[in-house]
């Protein structure tokens, strides 16, 4: 909103800072954290009152969260509301990439949301069908990612080569909208312990506010060798208000927490990743940056899968942050050290942008 505003008064005076999307950036995120951190109080409390029990807490999981009885969940509408307003006054709202991206956040958000409430209400930890919520989830990416492909071509850039691309045609729509579903699962699946999923859901999308800003930007692209996406720059602002409303988010879950985000936000977040990394060329740079978010995803399968073949476990418990937990690390290790993992693997995914 701001933005064009002072488009239309041609950026004279003060207002040519709106110009500069690094300022942009630095106000977007501050005012998500501002929004978040005002809500929040009278937020939590709402959430309580109206859900009396909470987020419904598994009876075969570490006996340890038995504590968490009575946290309220749906915090995620917390994140999406301070994410969204913010949003709409800073970015440029004529951008295509920006409403994609909204599309994928908002309709994440609304059926983790129905996943949330359906749990709440009926004191059940198994929500909506998996089937009926992936068919939903694919609606909604499918939408999305022809919004993104009408901007950008069919290629996928292969990470350490300048010069290394398959041409996916018309199958880069399928590949888009797997990639945006499997980003939203991934970190759905990582939330599970307080602050676990937040704070590398903050390190990715630091991370890729700089590479959204660099594939914005022809003189920098064309220096480091990758893709130059016109006006993919302006998701570094995305990226900026997930920050700034992820901090917010975070002061109220760190442990112990007075709110879960529960999938309302995990969904809508880790959707809004996967739609950032496919606007941006950079989708399998998404899978190093969130590698953590990989392996969680990856630990399920693999035990439901050996499971059902053997009726045996790989883990003691998955996804896999309970398996330590169940090796007898406290919860504040597991989640610290997951963070530490984060910081190394967006570090790697900022490396593939030099080493080609």
């Given at each position: 909103?701001l933005?064009l505003?002072?488009e239309?008064?041609g950026?004279?005076?003060?207002s ?8 942009r ?12 951190l005002?809500?929040?109080p009278k937020?939590i ?19 340890t969260?038995l ?6 969940t ?26 994609a991206?909204m ?9 983790g949301?129905l996943?949330?409430?359906d ?8 929500g909506?069908?998996g089937?009926?919520?992936l068919?939903?989830e ?9 919004i993104i ?12 080569f ?10 880069y ?13 991934a970190?759905n ?8 999923a ?22 920098y692209?064309?220096?480091?060798g ?11 602002i ?32 880790g959707?809004a ?31 439901v899968?050996w ?14 942050h ?16 997951f ?10 995914g900022?490396?593939?942008?030099k080493?080609?």
């Open positions: 909103m933005y505003i002072a239309w008064m950026f004279e005076g003060v040519n800072l709106i110009r500069y999307q690094t300022f950036a630095g106000a977007t995120l501050m005012t998500a954290l501002l929004i978040g005002v809500i929040g937020f409390n709402m959430l309580r009152v109206r859900q009396g029990k909470g987020q419904p807490i598994r009876a075969d999981g570490p006996q969260h504590a968490k009885v009575g946290t309220p749906m915090g995620g509408l917390m994140i999406l509301v301070s994410l969204i307003l913010s949003m709409l006054i800073w970015m440029d709202l004529t951008n295509p990439f920006v409403w991206c599309a994928v956040t908002g309709g994440f958000g609304l059926i949301f996943d949330d409430y749990k709440v209400t009926k004191n059940s930890h198994k909506v069908s089937k009926v919520r068919l939903m694919f609606g909604v990416a499918g939408i999305a990612s022809w492909v009408s901007q950008i071509n069919t290629n996928l850039y292969i990470p350490f300048s010069d290394r691309v398959i041409p996916l045609g018309i199958f729509y399928v590949f888009a909208a797997i990639v945006i579903v499997g980003a939203g699962n970190v699946l990582t939330d599970g312990l307080d602050g676990l937040i704070m590398p859901v903050i390190i990715a999308a630091g991370t890729f506010a700089i590479i959204a800003y660099l594939v914005g930007r022809v003189d692209s064309a220096y480091l990758i893709p130059y996406v016109p006006g993919a720059g302006e998701l570094a995305f990226c900026a208000a997930i920050m700034g409303a992820g901090l917010a988010f975070l002061w109220f879950n760190a442990p112990p927490a007075a709110v879960f985000m529960g999938d309302t936000g995990s969904l809508a977040l959707g990743l996967g739609a950032i990394a496919v606007a941006s060329h950079h989708e399998i740079v998404l899978a190093i940056v969130g590698g953590l978010f990989v392996v969680e995803a990856v630990s399920v399968i693999l035990q899968f499971f059902k073949r053997t009726g045996k476990r790989i883990f003691r418990m998955a996804p896999i309970h398996h330590f937990e169940q090796l007898g690390w406290k919860e504040s290790t597991v989640v610290i050290r963070w530490i993992v984060s910081i190394v693997l967006a570090l790697m900022l490396a593939t942008l080493l080609r």
